[in-house]
């Protein structure tokens, strides 16, 4: 999940100020101040679901709710979750009358159950994500206009003529793009080079292209990289990629969950608490009975969005596994945002290329295709991958032909691609919450590559 930043987002300077000097005051508040808070941009999330969006209205009036029932979070449970199903099938039910006025924008997203998901985020959502980011950072000592790396294939993928190309650097913002399509072992030293070239002070992105650019980096003798701090996002992220990404760098790896929905964020002190951020929405767990033996405090994810009006996500079950931490002791560092436990967040595979690059963000590419309702690639042998595919009515040859071409632009030519179909259920089996979007059956031993 890269941060999805662009020139416009600087075009709100006073509510930009204003909420991160909120966002700066409020980490240190109570857990009464922080709750207060909640209650009160919940009701009017649920104010504005009530009277203006015909989904909502018919879930309250089902359930002979009204939104002044609602007094305390703990209420919230009064209304049934919201599944991504029901996105799906209600999505146009969902909208708010204010969307457009909002400059509400669709993304869409495969999350950690693998199925696509589309939904809208405004500016108000932009606005807090942006403070969400600048708040968590400035933990690890960063400060607006530090020179910032990032590993995404976003931009690179979507300008054809820079494809190929390492990195992308931007002046304005002082933003080094790192091309994570082309992280491998005949490009770690230039893009080891443009690192130190432009000063680069910070690092984000997914756990596993950290970890592998760690150890490649490791693998080519390069020991001269070292930086304030190190971001991972997007994935779980195990305990050896931690070590290994913290001696390669030299500092501190400071952790982040969140997903593109955007109801739940959490992010990793400097004391290494994982801190939810109750300010930007509302975190339940809720139980799982095919986890019964699960420790009592663990579950569901299901979030509650607090700034999103154009299409207020309220209940969302985001699939991914959380621990609370049952102690309520406060973190060393003092901060008075709640600490979870635990979580279990995406765990894909790498797909290695024959031209030898670590292909780590490989699920994104189904996200940008409407047919399909689930997807899955393997990595038979060196030179071979199998897409499964469940899709709906409205896929097409075309449809296929094109996802063949961004295959292509991911994986390179050497690399053949078969398709086949089946049907959502077959290929989700029995594991609805753990579905790897990405297998490799190479024998990958990655510490020596
Ligand atoms: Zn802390």
């Not at 075009?11 to 009464?32: G, H, T, V």
């Amino acid at each position: 999940m890269p941060v999805d930043f662009s020139i416009k987002d600087f075009f709100y300077p006073i509510a930009l100020i204003k909420m991160r000097r909120f966002l700066e005051k409020s980490q240190w508040y109570s857990s009464d101040q922080l709750e207060s808070y909640q209650i009160n941009r919940l009701r009017e999330i649920l104010s504005l679901a009530y009277e203006h969006i015909p989904y909502y209205r018919q879930v309250f009036s089902d359930n002979g709710i009204h939104p002044d029932d609602i007094t305390e979070i703990d209420q919230l449970k009064r209304l049934p979750v919201l599944t991504k199903d029901i996105v799906r099938r209600e999505y146009r039910r969902l909208q708010s009358p204010f969307a457009e006025k909002l400059h509400a924008k669709a993304y869409c997203t495969s999350g950690s159950t693998g199925a696509p998901v589309s939904f809208l985020l405004d500016k108000p959502a932009n606005i807090l994500e942006f403070c969400y980011y600048w708040r968590h950072w400035s933990w690890a000592g960063y400060r607006l206009g530090a020179r910032f790396g990032e590993f995404t294939c976003g931009f690179f993928i979507k300008h054809e003529h820079n494809k190929n190309d390492i990195a992308y650097f931007s002046r304005l913002t002082g933003r080094l793009q790192l091309n994570s399509l082309m992280l491998g072992e005949h490009t770690v030293l230039k893009i080891a080079e443009r690192i130190r070239s432009y000063s680069i002070r910070f690092l984000n992105g997914l756990a596993s292209t950290l970890y592998y650019f760690a150890l490649l980096c490791k693998k080519a003798r390069i020991t001269d990289i070292s930086f304030c701090a190190v971001f991972s996002q997007g994935e779980m992220l195990l305990p050896a990629y931690r070590s290994l990404i913290e001696s390669t760098f030299h500092c501190k790896l400071y952790d982040s969950y969140g997903h593109m929905e955007r109801t739940v964020a959490i992010s990793e002190c400097p004391d290494g608490g994982y801190h939810i951020n109750s300010e930007y929405g509302i975190l339940e767990v809720i139980r799982d009975e095919s986890h019964s033996g699960e420790n009592a405090t663990g579950g569901i994810a299901v979030g509650t969005s607090l700034h999103n009006f154009s299409m207020p996500l309220i209940r969302y079950v985001i699939n991914d596994r959380i621990e609370l931490d049952a102690s309520n002791s406060p973190c060393s560092c003092g901060r008075g945002l709640p600490l979870i436990k635990k979580l279990y967040g995406r765990n894909e595979d790498v797909i290695i290329t024959p031209d030898g690059r670590f292909v780590t963000d490989i699920f994104t590419v189904f996200e940008s295709f409407s047919g399909i309702e689930l997807a899955r690639i393997e990595q038979t042998d060196a030179r071979r991958v199998l897409v499964s595919l469940a899709c709906s009515n409205n896929w097409s040859n075309s449809t296929e032909y094109s996802l063949r071409r961004v295959l292509e632009k991911y994986l390179g030519a050497e690399m053949r691609v078969d398709i086949i179909y089946t049907d959502a259920q077959s290929l989700r089996g029995t594991c609805a919450n753990k579905f790897k979007m990405v297998v490799s059956h190479l024998n990958v031993k990655s510490e020596g590559l």
